[in-house]
C-alpha cells in the first residue's frame, strides 16, 4: 500500500473517532476492527509527532493538534466532494446533492417547500435533509456532515461563515376565532388567561420566553409541552389554546388561514437570529451555492425584501 493511500485511510478513520468520540463508535460506522482503526491513528501520530488525542476514561477527545488536522481533512474531503459535483454540473445544474441540517421548525413546511420549488427549475437535484436540535445543526455544519444549516442563534460560532441572517421574534398563535385574534402583537399579560402548549426547554423560542416571563415576574402553567410543533400545532387547531413559535415555522399556515400568528411584544424576544450556516473557508459546489442564494431570497417574509 502506498505511503499515500496509507494517509487516505488513516485520515478516514481519524475522522470517524473525532465524530464518535471513540475508537469502538469509529469500528461500528466504517465496518472494521477498533484495533485496526487505533493502528492507524497510531500511524498518524507517529508520523506528525504529537498525540492526536486525548484518552479519557469515556472515550477519545481530539487534542489541540488534532483539531487543526481535523478542520485541515474535513476540508480535503468537502474540496475532493466539491470537485467532483462542478464536474457533474459542467452542463448546468441538472446533477448535484444537497445536504441540509435545520432546526425542526424550517423542516415542517418551509425548506420542503423550498426544496419543491428549486426542483421545479432544476429536476436532478438531490436533497438530504435533517432536523436536529440548533447547536446540532451547528455541528453539522462544523463536522462537514451537512453543506447548509438553517437554525436559531443567539451567538456568533467560530468556523461557521453566516451567509444571511435575520431578526427572528416570537409569536403567539391561535386559532382565527380566537379572543387575541384581532391583534397583531400581545403582550404576555394578555396571554396569560388562556391555556398554553410550549415546546422544550432545550428550543431557543422556549428560552426567549421563559426569560421574558421572568422578567414580568409571571408564571405559565403548560397545558402541553412538546417537542414536536406538530403536536403544538394540532393543540391550537383543535381548541385547546395557544402556542409559541418563530413566523418562519407558521407562514404558509398564517398564509392559508389556517393559524393567527401575533408577534409576543416583549423586550428581548427578539435576541436570536435566523442564520444560513456554511463552513467558514470552504468552496462550495455550484449546487450548494445556488441552492443557497435561492434560500436567502426566500428566508424574508413577503414585504420585507
Not at 82 to 102: F, K, N, P
Request: net charge neutral; hydrophobic share 45%; with cysteine.
Amino acid at each position: 500500500m502506498s505511503s499515500h493511500r496509507l494517509q487516505e485511510t488513516s485520515l478516514r478513520y481519524f475522522l470517524e473517532v473525532v465524530r464518535g468520540g471513540s475508537l469502538t463508535e469509529a469500528a461500528t460506522r466504517l465496518n472494521v476492527s477498533a484495533s485496526a482503526i487505533s493502528r492507524q491513528v497510531a500511524m498518524l501520530e507517529e508520523l506528525l509527532g504529537v498525540p492526536l488525542f486525548e484518552r479519557r476514561p469515556r472515550g477519545m477527545a481530539p487534542s489541540a493538534a488534532g483539531e487543526l488536522l481535523a478542520a485541515h481533512a474535513r476540508r480535503g474531503a468537502l474540496e475532493a466532494e466539491r470537485v467532483v459535483s462542478d464536474i457533474q454540473g459542467l452542463q448546468g445544474l441538472q446533477r448535484g446533492h444537497v445536504r441540509i441540517a435545520c432546526s425542526s421548525g424550517f423542516a415542517n413546511e418551509f425548506l420542503p417547500q423550498a426544496i419543491v420549488a428549486f426542483r421545479a427549475l432544476h429536476p436532478g437535484i438531490q436533497f438530504e435533509l435533517e432536523a436536529c436540535d440548533p447547536a446540532d445543526v451547528t455541528e453539522a455544519v462544523l463536522l462537514g456532515d451537512a453543506d447548509i444549516g438553517l437554525t436559531y442563534s443567539r451567538a456568533a460560532v467560530q468556523g461557521v461563515r453566516v451567509s444571511h441572517r435575520q431578526a427572528a421574534s416570537v409569536f403567539a398563535l391561535m386559532r382565527p376565532d380566537h379572543p387575541l385574534a384581532k391583534q397583531r402583537s400581545v403582550t404576555l399579560a394578555q396571554m396569560l388567561p388562556f391555556p398554553i402548549g410550549l415546546s422544550g426547554p432545550d428550543t431557543t423560542v422556549r428560552q426567549l420566553f421563559d426569560v421574558a416571563c421572568s422578567n414580568r415576574a409571571l408564571v405559565f402553567e403548560p397545558a402541553l409541552v412538546s417537542n414536536r410543533f406538530e403536536a403544538l400545532a394540532s393543540f391550537v387547531l383543535h381548541g385547546g389554546g395557544l402556542a409559541i413559535a418563530g413566523e418562519i415555522t407558521v407562514r404558509e399556515r398564517v398564509r392559508r388561514g389556517e393559524l393567527h400568528a401575533a408577534e409576543i411584544r416583549e423586550r428581548g424576544m427578539r435576541a436570536r437570529s435566523v442564520e444560513l450556516q456554511t463552513l467558514a473557508g470552504r468552496t462550495l459546489p455550484e449546487v450548494v451555492r445556488a441552492f443557497l442564494d435561492f434560500l436567502c431570497k426566500a428566508l424574508p417574509a413577503p414585504g420585507t425584501q
